[in-house]
């Protein structure tokens, strides 16, 4: 997880009770992190940290109002505000143990082998005269000494201004089919505990399909009453390996049985399973593009169960264990990954029948991380049980999935319900963001029969359309320069993972790049929305002097990931993509020079 790769930082179980709290550590029994420094001048302030080998995460905790009462509770300090890598969140847990963050912007950060530093507007936290702060590296998570700062009065040095001179540059849009990372039809992943993943076989989907997911139904069936064994969770652990050396997504569910005689496992066994996952879903949270509750009942989708009760008509104790199931998993699966439920019913009644708002999107509450799977789309009125009753479900679905992981599967065929009107409504006005290309095949051939198939491959998730830009066309190393988009995304839904966005600048005679973070989130690039983006960036002091091509990145949120481009999303329009690097070329060239 790099910059944007932590739209909400990781979570506690990620490591495994590594970080159970960062406050119960005692200061002094950590072997410190070389002391940070801190600058500021009237419009920033900086932190630079010093470590001796290269840390996954570089974290400063910024307390605000110098009070150990309020905020996240953390080496003396209460944070109200972190800098973690590139990005700055503001702390909306509560009682200071919790950790919940939300994500504000990207800020400017360079780290090196042996040192990071992190810049942020004063503005942006506040606006605070004096601050305390606490830096952090993991792994493993070492903490520094609590530190003063008083915030300097002085006014900065006026940087060189940007140049006025721009160039603006219109592109053309692309009907071809994009194999993009975290949307699209999924590829077969039946019994994920018995049938070993084959690399080449989840290339070709790739290469052949332009499909970039796969599905693991992993069964726990012979552990319903025992501990699961080390030989079957080295196996998933291969076969999410063999996901990430492809160059796929995984969409994960663990279940117990696919009979109807409801032969799963009890409250009490569901949570130890958890708990030894925990490690292998932090582990592959770069490759999980969703999480999926399974478990419960048949397949994992919620009915026929001996131990939580069937059908609507649950007891109070049915109701209290599902919601314990789920909270559960919620707190093993890494923040920045999303879990999904199998009908609307059982998120309202673990979480409310409130629709998530705009407001609280992405802010790692438990309502706004548990999005929706049908695994039986479009198959009667109802969906085979999907929904309870159309006239509420519908309107909550299509507003609680603007934000949120929506996608399944087909299940028979249902005309004129599953023909090709009804089938591109309903996942445009639900967000679909994934499908199964491989059941029910007589549906998914009727949409080809119909007309409508490459729609639908082409609409899943998101589709971004670039239209016009406008760039300066010169720049002075450690000047601003204007950089200005404007795009449209024409699919049925926006990312629902954080993703960094990059203004790069590649010299043409040397091949060094240059990469400046945009403060924008693509998980707000919503279906259907046009996009504007208008920003100054700072070119680095000590940049050369030359020609450079300029290039739009939105590379993958997981360190592990942002530097393959199979993981990077492309734009839809011509002469842009480039395959080897995962860049979108802008078609323009800045002169930089002092």
Not at 160 to 179: E, G, N
Not at 218 to 234: D, E, G, Q, R, V
Not at 365 to 378: T, Y
Not at 494 to 504: G, I, L, M, T
Request: charged letters at 10%.
């Amino acid at each position: 997880m790099n910059t944007i790769s932590s739209y909400i930082a990781p979570a506690i179980s990620r490591f495994g009770k590594l970080l159970a709290c960062a406050a119960v550590f005692s200061v002094a029994s950590l072997a410190h992190a070389a002391a940070p420094t801190a600058s500021s001048d009237s419009v920033n302030t900086s932190y630079q940290v010093s470590f001796a080998s290269s840390p996954s995460y570089v974290r400063i905790f910024l307390d605000t109002d110098k009070s150990a009462a309020t905020g996240y509770s953390v080496g003396g300090a209460g944070a109200s505000y972190m800098l973690e890598n590139g990005s700055l969140y503001r702390y909306t847990g509560s009682g200071g143990a919790s950790w919940g963050w939300t994500y504000v912007k990207a800020v400017t950060f360079t780290k090196t082998a042996t040192t990071a530093t992190v810049t942020v507007a004063r503005a942006d936290i506040g606006s605070p005269k004096a601050l305390n702060f606490v830096a952090q590296t993991e792994s493993p998570v070492v903490n520094s000494a609590l530190m003063s700062q008083t915030l300097s009065t002085t006014t900065a040095v006026k940087a060189a201004a940007a140049t006025t001179a721009s160039a603006s540059v219109s592109y053309s849009p692309s009907s071809a089919l994009i194999a993009n990372p975290e949307r699209g039809f999924y590829g077969a992943g039946g019994h994920c505990e018995k049938s070993a993943f084959s690399q080449s076989v989840l290339q070709g989907y790739r290469t052949n399909d332009a499909n970039t997911l796969v599905i693991c139904v992993f069964y726990l069936s012979s552990f319903k009453t025992a501990p699961i064994n080390a030989t079957t969770l080295n196996f998933f652990q291969k076969q999410m390996d063999t996901v990430r050396a492809a160059g796929l997504k995984v969409l994960v569910r663990f279940a117990y049985t696919e009979s109807t005689a409801g032969d799963d496992a009890s409250l009490s066994w569901v949570k130890t399973h958890l708990d030894q996952l925990a490690p292998y879903f932090a582990a592959n949270s770069d490759v999980m593009f969703v999480t999926q509750q399974g478990l419960i009942g048949a397949w994992g989708e919620g009915a026929f169960s001996n131990n939580f009760g069937t059908g609507s008509n649950l007891t109070a104790q049915n109701v209290a264990d599902r919601t314990a199931v789920l909270t559960k998993l919620l707190q093993v699966v890494p923040a920045n990954r999303m879990v999904q439920v199998r009908t609307p019913l059982m998120k309202t009644r673990a979480l409310g029948s409130t629709a998530l708002s705009a407001a609280e999107a992405f802010s790692g509450s438990n309502r706004a991380r548990v999005g929706h799977h049908n695994d039986c789309f479009l198959h009667g009125a109802t969906d085979s049980g999907t929904y309870l009753n159309t006239a509420v479900d519908y309107p909550y679905l299509a507003a609680d999935s603007t934000y949120l992981p929506v996608g399944g599967e087909t299940c028979g065929l249902s005309a004129p319900r599953t023909d090709c009107p009804t089938a591109l409504s309903e996942m445009a006005k639900f967000h679909w963001s994934y499908l199964n290309l491989n059941f029910d095949l007589d549906v998914v051939n009727g949409w080809r029969s119909q007309g409508c198939f490459n729609q639908i491959k082409q609409s899943l998730g998101y589709r971004f359309v670039l239209q016009s830009g406008s760039y300066s066309t010169s720049g002075k190393p450690g000047a601003t320069i204007n950089v200005s988009f404007t795009l449209k995304n024409v699919g049925w839904a926006a990312p629902f993972n954080a993703r960094n966005v990059q203004f790069v600048l590649r010299n043409t005679a040397t091949g060094a790049l240059v990469r400046l973070p945009i403060s924008t989130d693509p998980r707000l690039w919503l279906g259907g929305n046009t996009i504007s983006v208008s920003q100054a960036l700072t070119l680095p002091a000590s940049m050369a002097s030359g020609t450079y091509a300029a290039f739009l990145s939105l590379p993958d949120s997981a360190a592990s990931l942002a530097a393959r481009p199979e993981y990077a999303i492309q734009f839809a329009n011509t002469n842009m993509w480039e395959a080897a690097t995962g860049l979108n070329n802008l078609n323009h060239t800045m002169a930089v020079a002092p």
